[in-house]
């Protein structure tokens, strides 16, 4: 399957998934939308493994690997307004660490990172690239809820 796969014309429901190498996303949509799954090399034998609210992958994309800093900015309000801090390293409960249940926009200066919408890396996950994000939108949130966020480290 190509990096940048539509999974729809294959199938209509991913029941089991094994990633022989890299990191990838999966998403519950075609063109990078719906809910998104974020899986390492390994055997995902159910959705339930990867996470999954439901057995539906309608598209996929590899993540690049990065080398070198970490760094991204959160604020409490949209287009980068409020209070913001900046993290480059893992968060488990963005609450304990920043204070706000809500990150309206963002800016990730450096690497890839994955948000959830729960502390300790649980709930829907948002796949983050460098860049900005003036709401919560932008990254295909819900909602701007996010509980906690790690970075996508080299070991995939």
Do not use: K
């Amino acid at each position: 399957m190509s990096a940048a796969a539509t999974v729809l014309t294959y199938f209509s429901h991913c029941n089991s998934v094994r990633v022989e190498s890299g990191c990838w996303m999966m998403y519950e949509r075609p063109n990078y939308t719906g809910y998104q799954y974020f899986v390492r090399r390994g055997e995902y034998p159910d959705y339930q493994r990867w996470m999954g609210f439901n057995g539906s992958v309608r598209s996929c994309r590899t993540i690049p690997q990065h080398r070198g800093s970490y760094r991204m900015r959160v604020y409490e309000r949209p287009e980068f307004g409020g209070q913001s801090m900046e993290f480059m390293d893992d968060c488990e409960s963005v609450y304990d660490r920043f204070r706000y249940q809500d990150i309206h926009s963002c800016n990730v200066m450096d690497g890839y990172w994955i948000m959830y919408e729960q502390p300790n890396y649980r709930g829907r996950q948002y796949f983050m690239r460098p860049g900005e994000y003036r709401r919560y939108s932008d990254w295909g949130g819900m909602s701007s809820r996010i509980g906690s966020f790690r970075r996508i480290m080299d070991s995939c």
